[in-house]
T-cell receptor, first 115, second 117 residues
Framework: AQKITQTQPGMFVQEKEAVTLDCTYD???????LFWYKQPSSGEMIFLIYQGSYDQQNATEGRYSLNFQKARKSANLVISASQLGDSAMYFCAMRARDSSYKLIFGSGTRLLVRP | KAGVTQTPRYLIKTRGQQVTLSCSPISGHRSVSWYQQTPGQGLQFLFE???????NKGNFPGRFSGRQFSNSRSEMNVSTLELGDSALYLC????????????????FGPGTRLLVL
């Protein structure tokens, strides 16, 4: 069965530093999509970045990049130059054919950026 | 382009009542998915509608139902509310494809916070 694992319940980072949020996944399907979302205290889930299983290069979106290591089944999110507004919950998610394309979420990582 | 909207934003009900939540997707999106988020269970998939048909369903009891209209707007209904139904209900829309990238990416609304007393 598909599974997303986020092993860091909470993390701190100093403002302007980079931080890596871990995500490992499990699927037997060769075709899948990996997503990262940010959820501030307001509750809305904000899409950050997408990585397809067949993409040759790591995805990047502004200060966000995804460190995709297919053989290790990991899809870590890297946030560069952290800002106070980055304090939020971060969720890794996966969508694959073998789960009928349902979006499966990890348990999330709470990031706190210190000034 | 306007984002996903959900109404109402907050709702208080008592056990045994029923509730209907509404979701308007991003213009042009044909897929709407619903999720329940609780501190104990995290984010759980409820169901997905695509072109007015339920395309996918999670492991929730039949008290949870939904529908989608021809304009892609969707409603979710919960009958005979239980205390455990207190949660943040999130709706997400997408183009509905499965070929990756923008075709698959789901964009979420602000959610409806339901409290059952």
């Amino acid at each position: 069965a598909q599974k997303i694992t986020q092993t860091q319940p909470g993390m701190f980072v100093q403002e302007k530093e980079a931080v890596t949020l871990d995500c490992t996944y499990d699927t037997s399907d060769p075709s899948y999509g990996l997503f990262w979302y940010k959820q501030p205290s307001s509750g809305e889930m904000i899409f950050l970045i997408y990585q397809g299983s067949y993409d040759q290069q790591n995805a990047t979106e502004g200060r966000y990049s995804l460190n995709f290591q297919k053989a290790r089944k990991s899809a870590n999110l890297v946030i560069s130059a952290s800002q106070l507004g980055d304090s939020a919950m971060y969720f890794c998610a996966m969508r694959a054919r073998d789960s009928s394309y349902k979006l499966i979420f990890g348990s999330g990582t709470r990031l706190l950026v210190r000034p | 382009k306007a984002g996903v909207t959900q109404t109402p934003r907050y709702l208080i009900k008592t056990r045994g009542q029923q509730v209907t939540l509404s979701c308007s997707p991003i213009s042009g999106h044909r897929s709407v998915s619903w999720y329940q988020q609780t501190p104990g269970q995290g984010l759980q998939f409820l169901f997905e509608y695509f072109s007015e048909t339920q395309r996918n369903k999670g492991n929730f009891p039949g008290r949870f139902s939904g529908r989608q209209f021809s304009n892609s707007r969707s409603e979710m209904n919960v009958s005979t509310l239980e205390l455990g139904d207190s949660a943040l209900y999130l709706c997400a829309s997408s183009l509905g494809g499965t070929s990756g990238g923008d075709q698959e990416t789901q964009y979420f609304g602000p959610g409806t916070r339901l409290l059952v007393l």
